[in-house]
C-alpha cells in the first residue's frame, strides 16, 4: 500500500469572516426572510463568490447599478464596501427601500473624509484605483477633493495647494506596512498633515496579516483562501511572501489548486481572507487530506469579539423580559 507523504498544516488564526462580512450577509439573509424573493444587491455583498451564489441561489438578485432593479418596492441592499453619495440620493429619488450594508469602519472613513473637508482641509486617500471601497470614499465629496495615493512614489509627487493644511484617511484593507511607508512619507513632506483618529486600517485587516506573519517564517508554502478580488486576500499574499514565504498563493476553492506547487512540501500555512468562509477553509484541508498524511495546528486565538448592530429594519425581536 502506497503510503502518503506526511504534511503539518499550521492554520493562522484568526482568519476568515470579520464583523463587517457577517454583518452584510446577515442583512441580505434576514431581508430575504422578512421581504422574501427577491432581494436586489448592488455590487457583490462581499468580494467572494461562494458567498454570492449561496446567496442568490435563495433569492438575492446581483446588479452593479441601480437602474438594473424594476420599480417594485422590493428592498435593495448596499455592498459592505460603501458607496458613493449618488447611489442612496439616486435610491431615494425612486422611492427605493434601502438597507445599507456598508461596513461600519468603512462608514468611519467616510465620516473622517467629510469632517476634514467641512473643516477645509485638502484629502489624500491611500488606496487602491478601481477599488469599489476606493470609489465609495472618493464618491462622498464632489469631484477633485480627494486626491488617491497608491504608493510611495505617489506620496512624492503630491502637490497640495496649502501643504499646511491636508489630512489622509486610508481604504481598510491595505498592507499594514506598505501603508506605514506611505503615510511615513506623507508626513516628512507634510509635517502638519492630519492624522486619522484611530488607525483607517481595519481591525480584522490588521489581526490576519499579523497572523500570517507569524506563521509565514515557519512553512514552506501559504495558501489564502480567497477572492483575487478581495483586496484583504491579495494583501495576505503579499504579506506572507514579505514575511519569508516566498511560495505563497491565493486559492478561491480546493478544485482550482494547483497541486504541482506542493511537491516535497513538508510544512503548509492556510490562512483565509476577511470575506472567506471557513467551510471553504475546510474543503482546502480535506483535499490536502486525501493526498498527503495530515497533521493540524493552529497558531493564535481565532475568535474576535467586535460584533456590529444590524440595522433596525430588520433586526430580529428580541424575546420580552421575564
Not at 50 to 69: C, N, P, Q, S, T
Not at 140 to 150: N, R, S
Request: proline letters at 6%; one cysteine or more; charged letters at 25%.
Amino acid at each position: 500500500m502506497e503510503t502518503r507523504p506526511q504534511l503539518d498544516i499550521t492554520l493562522c488564526a484568526p482568519r476568515g469572516f470579520c464583523a463587517g462580512v457577517d454583518r452584510a450577509i446577515q442583512i441580505v439573509e434576514l431581508a430575504l426572510e422578512k421581504y422574501g424573493a427577491p432581494v436586489y444587491v448592488r455590487h457583490a455583498i462581499v468580494h467572494n463568490k461562494y458567498v454570492v451564489d449561496g446567496l442568490r441561489d435563495k433569492g438575492a438578485v446581483f446588479v452593479e447599478e441601480l437602474d438594473e432593479i424594476p420599480d417594485t418596492g422590493k428592498p435593495v441592499v448596499f455592498s459592505a464596501h460603501g458607496v458613493p453619495k449618488s447611489v442612496p440620493a439616486g435610491a431615494l429619488a425612486r422611492n427605493m427601500f434601502f438597507l445599507d450594508a456598508t461596513c461600519p469602519l468603512v462608514s468611519k472613513v467616510h465620516i473622517e473624509a467629510n469632517r476634514h473637508y467641512a473643516e477645509g482641509r485638502e484629502i489624500v486617500l491611500i488606496g487602491h484605483a478601481g477599488h469599489v471601497e476606493v470609489i465609495g470614499t472618493m464618491g462622498q465629496l464632489p469631484e477633485g477633493a480627494i486626491t488617491l495615493v497608491e504608493s510611495v512614489e505617489d506620496a512624492e509627487a503630491y502637490t497640495p495647494r496649502d501643504p499646511s493644511n491636508v489630512a489622509f484617511v486610508t481604504q481598510t484593507t491595505l498592507s499594514v506596512d506598505d501603508t506605514k511607508e506611505i503615510v511615513d512619507t506623507l508626513r516628512r513632506r507634510f509635517p502638519a498633515i492630519t492624522l486619522p483618529h484611530k488607525e483607517d486600517i481595519c481591525y480584522a485587516t490588521t489581526n490576519r496579516q499579523e497572523a500570517i506573519k507569524r506563521v509565514a517564517p515557519l512553512v514552506e508554502a501559504m495558501v489564502v483562501v480567497g477572492a483575487p478580488e478581495s483586496s484583504n486576500s491579495v494583501r495576505l499574499v503579499e504579506v506572507s511572501k514579505r514575511a519569508g514565504c516566498e511560495k505563497s498563493m491565493l486559492v478561491e476553492r480546493a478544485d482550482l489548486i494547483d497541486w504541482s506547487q506542493f511537491e516535497g512540501i513538508r510544512k503548509l500555512g492556510i490562512s483565509a481572507g476577511a470575506s472567506a468562509p471557513e467551510k471553504l477553509v475546510d474543503e482546502v484541508i480535506e483535499a490536502f487530506a486525501q493526498r498527503f498524511d495530515i497533521k493540524v495546528s493552529a497558531s493564535g486565538e481565532q475568535r474576535e469579539s467586535i460584533v456590529f448592530n444590524l440595522p433596525r429594519e430588520i433586526r430580529p425581536a428580541t424575546a420580552p423580559s421575564a
